[in-house]
Nanobody, 123 residues
Framework: QVQLVESGGGLVQAGGSLRLSCAASGRTFSMYAMGWFRQAPGKEREFVAGISGTGGTTVYAASVKGRFTISRDNAKNTVYLQMNSLKPEDTAVYYC????????????????WGQGTQVTVSS
């Protein structure tokens, strides 16, 4: 079992930055691919970014590529999402997830989920 706890969300103005963190329990963190998803009001949960267990492979949604960066520190059992040049359409609850596989854009491929952290971007 893996527990995931997100932090770092908040309210920022358009063009600003936030860094989300996801802390994981256990001693096998490096075995999991990690992903970030988000869900805005009235919309389905969507993939944002993913990273392999070693951190050597990353994948991004087209809507965030060039603005967001996913990274991980396996010694700290933590994955990060650096969000720059934020837009109002980035407003959503952001969820961290872990998968016993290569990173995938499909939510059904993830085994564990955090509770989510709210990101609000004002215009």
């Amino acid at each position: 079992q893996v527990q995931l706890v997100e932090s770092g969300g908040g309210l920022v103005q358009a063009g600003g930055s936030l860094r989300l963190s996801c802390a994981a329990s256990g001693r096998t963190f490096s075995m999991y691919a990690m992903g970030w998803f988000r869900q805005a009001p009235g919309k389905e949960r969507e993939f944002v970014a993913g990273i392999s267990g070693t951190g050597g492979t990353t994948v991004y949604a087209a809507s965030v590529k060039g603005r967001f960066t996913i990274s991980r520190d396996n010694a700290k059992n933590t994955v990060y999402l650096q969000m720059n040049s934020l837009k109002p359409e980035d407003t959503a609850v952001y969820y961290c997830a872990a998968a016993r596989s290569a990173p995938t854009i499909n939510w059904s491929g993830y085994d564990y989920w955090g509770q989510g952290t709210q990101v609000t971007v004002s215009s």
